[in-house]
């Protein structure tokens, strides 16, 4: 069995590895003992993650002789809040977790998001480990050190950056996904293409059927590949001051797009409808190749993913939400745009910028024309 | 008016000033233009040091051209909660501060812990400023980065590592204090002599009555030594897996005498208390010389801090915190020893310990002789 290491650097030179490959997990009590070494572990993952794969990890640690516990809360995004995560502090807390424990977050992104909040803040700090069971953590969220619950003012408001000692996507987890859930995993793989890599986001584009089926080698080999993505630009800037800024590419429309539908849009999909839709704005500022956004869309298409925005959804919300996105400036909202596939545009005259304001005007078409069925 | 600069040093290499003196606060404009350049700044206090206070700082930046706004909560230790950071965190969010805002943390060190845990955490953390106006948080609480609240568990276990941008400590806003609570600054103040330096300690004996008076030219001088001390210690180890631990002298102890009487002990009288009595523990075990813990007592005594337990505090309870700190091992407990005045024991046989442990036996014979009234 081939285990894939992809090795991230964070702000303070210190590496961390993801190890990407079917069976990873048995990786576990090694990595631990190598790489942390603490007296307790807390494994924190939904009800639903921890029945299916929490006692093969638990038991893992146990027998390589390490104490290790459950902590548990119930699954849905509605969870990653403040509430949640003081009741799990306060779980470890009376288990007797001390400084010298570790938090072991075993699941998909709220898991992740979570859990290492927990670890973040728990006696100002101790370790985590990301154990990802989606495929959007496994391609995305579990790597870059990013942490956080939402509040009611919006998402991720509230969090911290705090690096995993290491990160242990082990694809076997991900193959009794339901196809619906693996699509949304996808979304990130054909961003990490888009702006990166023309070639990866052919490969994904090729074995479409095969990392929708749950093919475990195309998918250890996406996994990886986005690792590696996410990785080289998590690397060069650690906390979003710079290029890492690169990676919202599709996320400024994602997020305008799940504000206004109520968050009753899966955050993939969001992305997808994003994606395209952020292409042929730069297409409209004459930034972007001409075809770039039919070529993002025709992938998208192929994987089940949806690629305008829906009916019912509000153009006139959508742009209120995007005057007031956190990168607007001065009332014009801001794009990650791309000069073609694998290119991000990296602004003219000398200065480097990632985010690039777009007229409100050509925002309210792209939409409007977007909506517009496809023909 | 002579202002000090002491310097430091943090885990990720960037240093950061601590500007000392009276009337340091005018420097306020020009620190934030060069070493923060926000968008917005959020000024976070409790509401008697903002109305004693506030408005000098706030006047400050305005005149500047700056945009700042006052964030309030009540006194008291009480209050630095989870409650309280998450209703501030809102209160910041409602306002519209973005990634682009920074926290000016005006305050004791209640202040310093829940405004910057308010900075770490929010949107993953934004920039903070402490303006420390209580002598033990000019001298101790507001260098380090240590951030965070307390919890029904205890205190300070929930928090974050967040430096500052810089410390601004105008010993001018230290005038008014009570003298009660300034002699609750000097207990740091000793510990800092203590451990570290002994011509420190023999100055601040001298220098008690006028420390105590609220003398401006003593007070900014042993603010900016013990803030020398402190940067010292914390630059060679930011996150206390080593040195730092030095820190902790009398602290283990301290802890437990706050929480034996209920936390009806002001901090710095326990750490008095704790000082003496695990100097007295030191020389029980023939580690500190002798006449270490009296010389203390005697420092201590003139700036009229307890040096002995409350007899109502029963030694088996504190006894019984101390098997659980977080610092023992084995159902022994640890504390830092001293060799001698301004030496730190750091073990013996060649690898370095701070943190020593010492037979429960000793610890209640220390307590016992220490409970009795002194002769």
Not at 99 to 125: E, H, N, P, S, W
Not at 297 to 315: A, F, H
Not at 345 to 374: K, N, Q
Request: glycine letters at 12%; hydrophobic letters at 45%.
């Amino acid at each position: 069995v081939l285990i894939r290491e992809v090795l991230v650097r964070t702000a303070d030179g210190a590496d961390y590895p993801v190890r990407v490959g079917p069976g990873a997990l048995a990786e576990l009590p090694l990595l631990l003992e190598e790489r942390v070494g603490a007296h307790r572990y807390a494994l924190i993952g939904d009800r639903r993650v921890v029945d299916h794969h929490g006692e093969a990890a638990l038991a893992l640690v146990r027998d390589a002789g390490m104490p290790v516990d459950a902590f548990t809360f119930p699954p849905g995004e509605a969870r990653k809040n403040r509430e949640e995560w003081a009741r799990l502090t306060d779980a470890l807390l009376a288990a007797g977790i001390g400084r010298d424990g570790c938090v072991l977050a075993l699941g998909g992104g709220v898991t992740g998001d979570l859990a290492g909040f927990v670890a973040a803040t728990y006696m100002r700090g101790i370790p985590a480990v990301q154990i990802p069971t989606s495929l959007v953590a496994m391609m995305d969220a579990s790597v870059g050190g990013k942490t956080g619950v939402d509040v009611p003012r919006g998402k991720n408001l509230v969090g911290a950056f705090h690096p995993p000692r290491f990160v242990l996507a082990d694809t076997r987890l991900a193959r009794t996904l339901p196809v619906a859930e693996r699509r949304q995993g996808l979304a990130e793989a054909v961003k990490h293409g888009a702006i990166l890599d023309p070639d990866y986001l052919a490969r994904i584009h090729g074995a479409g059927p095969a990392l929708l089926a749950g093919d475990e080698e195309a998918t250890a080999e996406a996994v990886a590949r986005s690792v590696e993505i996410k990785a080289e630009v998590v690397g060069r800037d650690e906390r979003e001051g710079g290029m890492r800024q690169v990676l919202n590419f599709g996320h400024t429309l994602a997020h305008a797009l799940e504000a206004a539908s109520g968050y009753g849009l899966a955050h993939g999909s969001a992305v997808a409808v994003g994606m395209v839709l952020e292409a042929r704005l730069g297409e409209a500022v004459e930034v972007t190749d001409p075809g770039t956004a039919d070529r993002i869309e025709e992938v998208l298409s192929s994987l089940g993913l949806p690629t305008r925005p829906d009916p019912g959804v509000d153009p006139e919300r959508v742009v209120e939400l995007l005057v007031h996105d956190k990168k607007a400036r001065g009332g014009e909202p801001r794009f990650v745009l791309l000069d073609g596939i694998g290119r991000v545009h990296a602004g003219t005259g000398g200065t480097i910028r990632w985010a690039h304001p777009v007229p409100t005007g050509v925002v309210r078409e792209v939409l409007a024309a977007g909506a517009a069925p496809a023909i």
